[in-house]
């Protein structure tokens, strides 16, 4: 099962960590850290777009990720996982793997007294599917270009 990881930039100084602590549970096929300058705030608004639902979510995400840390780089992680059953998830409202609801929960509590205005989603972002993994890609492709070689060695550009 093929997920993408992006670690936000409240977790560049734990970076390295954490992504020891994601290969425990994942192998991660390729990195790319990239620092998205004034983009951020787009590239944000185009992973997580306006559902109907989460009417705060854009101005959430944006005063947990915006303006208060030093650069607006993120680290994408291109994670290849065992599969795992579906399972209902209440903070969705939808179905999710648990190896993949696993990975979140361990990254989000470790890290989330080591992060000054940690939020429950300014610290890992990872896709729970196959199409929200395909949508990922997507908006990964329009915000990352030079380092988009990589991804087509991995035929998938």
Known sequence: MK?????WNPMNSLR???????KRYATIEDTICVDL?????????DIYPFDGIHKDIHIFKASTMIDKYESNEI??????LE???????????????RNV??????????????????????VFHMTDDKNEYLYTLGVIYKYVKVESLKLKKRGEL
Do not use: P, Q, V, W
């Open 83 to 97: 599969d795992s059953e579906k399972e209902f998830c209440d903070r969705k409202h939808t179905y999710i793997y």
């Open 37 to 45: 300058k004034d983009r951020y705030l787009d590239f944000l608004e």
């Open 16 to 22: 390295e960590e954490a992504i020891e602590d994601i």
């Open 3 to 7: 997920c993408i990881g992006i670690l």
């Open 101 to 122: 609801e696993n990975i979140k929960s361990f990254i989000r509590n470790k890290y989330k007294n080591r992060i000054k205005g940690y939020s429950f989603d300014n």
């Open 75 to 80: 680290c994408i992680l291109f994670l290849e």
